[in-house]
């Protein structure tokens, strides 16, 4: 490790080389690191360079601080960086290279200055303290610090007594704006706009324990620049977050947010608590702490069809733990109920609580069973599993409809309804196991209140080759469609801007491939979508990712071909024509490389014939095949997966932060982000049959489809964010 002494302005360069044997990023990197000092305020610039490879450079600091570039805007493979020290003390500088193994010769020069003072009258934006009824007045401008993707950023920090709301307004003019809070751990929430649309944002957080809050007042594109309002509101009443009333296991307690939040549980070394936290008015967390240090939280109930929470842990001390009730990023209010019980595994015919491999469990469903919050009866089982485990679970039943349900170690769920290529009602879901410990599969219906007999089988699978999960990573070549104005049905809004956001977003976050096609209104035809897959076919590599992505109308037609068995095909209806599922899955077929196939359009789950054709192929829809898909006006958005598809590729589904977003992480955060927003928005939507005539109705809800695991769960597909450096 290096060390840059800085000076009250210092310009110092310092030249290395990064080789095999250097410490590595868990990506592969090598990397050297340097430190260097300075004050609050401090203006630091960092220029890379190298004739070897391509250079990144992070910085790592105070209070969570971090900052990183790839590129230093001048069209050569350096890396630039010019930010503002937001607090006192010694920072790490990271000199690495964008793709792993690289090699070289480097020069890092590094300038640290003194600021201005935030006392003066000419102090630059973005630095103080803001607190409930503060007003501030600021401008993102050249020598801010910068996000990686490019937009300046100025940062704040949220002062306030824990467990009380602010309600933060950032508006302007001159930059559609974005605002972001953290209290450098789990908690995380960020907005684009505000009601009413206009490039204004609106953001409520909720302080922790500590009171202290940081927040990021930035744009939503990069290198915008100018004048902004920031003001900061209380909201509600105070949460408290410390302390509480004693809860006994066996009991349960209600409660309002806000109000009280905290409970003492009582509890002895190796015995199990479950505990389960319901609302129908916000989006629950549940947080046990405890004797050594000890912590444990849950978003979710395995049941992956509401919001409720439930945690299940074993304790590792005798004494006293906290239970704390929270709301997730949206600070949501209202009534709820917490229960603690003595943790035990829900098994659906005792004694056969396990789930032994290559051997069938014989069941059913009946009236007394476990329901989800939805209706449905359930009977669960669990088992152990290893990392890399490739397993098949198939549930057959001639009474029901099934549906399965796998909850991994660490709340992750994923969910199975139909056998690929079987028309009928069993089902069967694939997975490679992607970490240790225990699993739980729940057998069950795909309607509330159905019952009868069924078999359970989980079986070992090798038939099935699965891409190498350690390869991917590379360039993204998108194919982006988005049509508004149409001339043959009637004309839609945003849809065309959730197509031109989408580009945005991977050219800003650096992965964009220089082949890649975005076609709007009049430009998306069929002619034009077929000569994108051939361009792009003819350009794209193994480890490269395809990403299709569509907003606008989709619709059914009745088809006479082979292709089709049930003589329906669904669409998407770019400007001039219709293009079959059947067709697209045909045009897939000429792409060599992982393809991911996303689809905001009414009826889009009949796609998933293109994801079932092979193996490497991810899917996800907007809505089943029989429903339409709504328009997410409150978002400006043309679809809600259009904007939750904007936000998880920007990096904030990247749930390990190590830089790589798996197809793992990209299913759990569309999933449960779309749930998120159906607790507190009405997806009403209508039920239709293949000649598209309304026969009933009912709501929409996200498919997330990986072909059985032919998309396997740990498969990279992108980089994203900042690499995290490998454990020491």
């Not at 319901?278 to 444990?296: I, K, N, R, W, Y």
Request: glycine share 14%; net charge negative.
């Amino acid at each position: 490790m290096g060390t840059l002494v800085p000076l009250p302005v210092l310009a110092e360069t310092v030249s290395g080389t990064l080789a095999s044997g250097d410490a590595t990023l868990e990506s592969g990197e090598f990397y050297d690191t340097y430190d260097i000092s300075g004050q609050a305020g401090d203006a630091v610039t960092i220029t890379l360079s190298s004739g070897d490879f391509d250079a990144y450079v992070f910085v790592r600091g105070p209070q969570d601080a971090e900052f990183s570039n790839d590129d230093a805007n001048d069209g050569t493979s350096d890396a630039g960086l010019t930010f503002t020290l937001p607090a006192s003390g010694t920072y790490q500088v990271f000199v690495t290279s964008y793709a792993s193994g690289e090699t070289g010769s480097y020069q890092l020069e590094t300038t640290v200055g003194s600021s201005v003072g935030p006392e003066q009258a000419t102090a630059p934006s973005g630095t103080g303290t803001l607190r409930a009824g503060d007003a501030v007045q600021g401008a993102l401008a050249t020598g801010d610090a910068t996000l990686e993707s490019g937009e300046f950023v100025d940062v704040y920090t949220l002062s306030g007594t824990p467990g009380s709301r602010l309600m933060l307004t950032m508006r302007s003019d001159a930059v559609d704006t974005f605002l972001q809070a953290s209290d450098g751990g789990e908690y995380q929430v960020f907005n684009d706009d505000a009601p009413g649309g206009g490039g204004n944002s609106e953001l409520e957080v909720q302080f922790p324990a500590s009171g202290r809050l940081d927040l990021w007042a930035t744009s939503y594109a990069a290198g915008e620049q100018g004048a902004y309002t920031l003001t900061a509101q209380a909201t509600g009443d105070v949460a408290p977050v410390t302390g509480g009333a004693r809860l006994a296991l066996g009991s349960s307690v209600a409660g309002t947010l806000p109000g009280s939040a905290s409970y003492t549980l009582e509890g002895r070394a190796g015995q199990v608590v479950r505990l389960s936290l319901s609302s129908d008015a916000f989006d629950p967390t549940v947080a046990l702490s405890g004797p050594g240090g000890f912590s444990a939280s849950n978003d979710d109930d395995p049941a992956g069809d509401t919001l409720n929470s439930l945690l299940e842990v074993t304790l590792p001390e005798s004494g006293a733990y906290q239970v704390t009730v929270g709301t997730y990023a949206d600070g949501g209010s209202g009534a709820y109920r917490l229960a603690a019980e003595n943790g035990t595994t829900v098994a659906a015919t005792p004694p056969a609580a396990t789930l032994a491999l290559g051997r069938a469990v014989t069941g059913s469903l009946v009236e007394g069973d476990q329901t989800f919050s939805s209706g449905e009866y359930q009977d669960r089982f669990s088992f152990s599993g290893r990392r890399g485990d490739r397993l098949v679970f198939d549930m057959q039943s001639g009474d029901f409809d099934t549906f399965l349900s796998l909850y991994l170690p660490d709340g992750a769920i994923e969910t199975n309804d139909d056998r690929a290529g079987n028309d009928g009602t069993d089902s069967r879901l694939a997975i490679t196991l992607p970490q240790d410990g225990t699993y739980e599969i729940a057998a069950t219906s795909y309607a509330a209140g159905e019952t009868g007999g069924y078999t359970l089988r989980m079986e070992r699978d090798s038939g099935t080759v699965v891409a190498d999960v350690g390869a991917g990573a590379g360039r993204v070549f998108l194919l982006s469609v988005g049509v508004a104005d149409y001339n043959r049905m009637n004309p839609l809004t945003l849809t065309d801007g959730d197509a031109a956001k989408l580009t945005q977003t991977l050219q800003t976050g650096g992965v964009l491939a220089p082949g890649s096609v975005t076609l709007l209104n009049a430009e998306a035809t069929r002619g034009a979508v077929q000569q994108a897959f051939g361009r792009i076919a003819a350009q794209i590599g193994p480890d490269d990712l395809f990403l299709m992505f569509f907003s606008g109308h989709g619709s059914k037609e009745n088809v006479d071909t082979i292709m089709e068995g049930d003589g329906s095909a669904e669409t998407i209806e770019l400007y001039d024509a219709a293009l079959r599922d059947y067709e697209l899955a045909q045009l897939f077929d000429q792409i060599p490389a992982r393809s991911l196939l996303v689809l905001d359009s009414c009826f889009s789950g009949g796609f998933d014939n293109v994801i079932k054709r092979r193996t490497g192929r991810m899917g996800i829809f907007s809505s089943d095949s029989d429903l339409t898909s709504l328009v997410a006006d409150k978002f400006q958005a043309g679809g809600y997966i259009s904007m939750i598809l904007q936000q998880a590729l920007s990096g904030h589904a990247d749930g390990d932060a190590n830089g790589a977003l798996t197809a793992g992480e990209l299913s759990e955060y569309m999933r449960s982000t779309f749930y998120r927003i159906a607790l507190t928005d009405d997806l009403s939507v209508s039920v239709h049959d293949r000649d598209v005539r309304q026969v009933g109705n009912g709501h929409q809800h996200i498919l997330v489809d990986r072909g059985g695991d032919g998309m396997a769960y740990e498969q990279v597909l992108l980089r994203v964010g900042q690499p995290r450096l490998a454990a020491r």
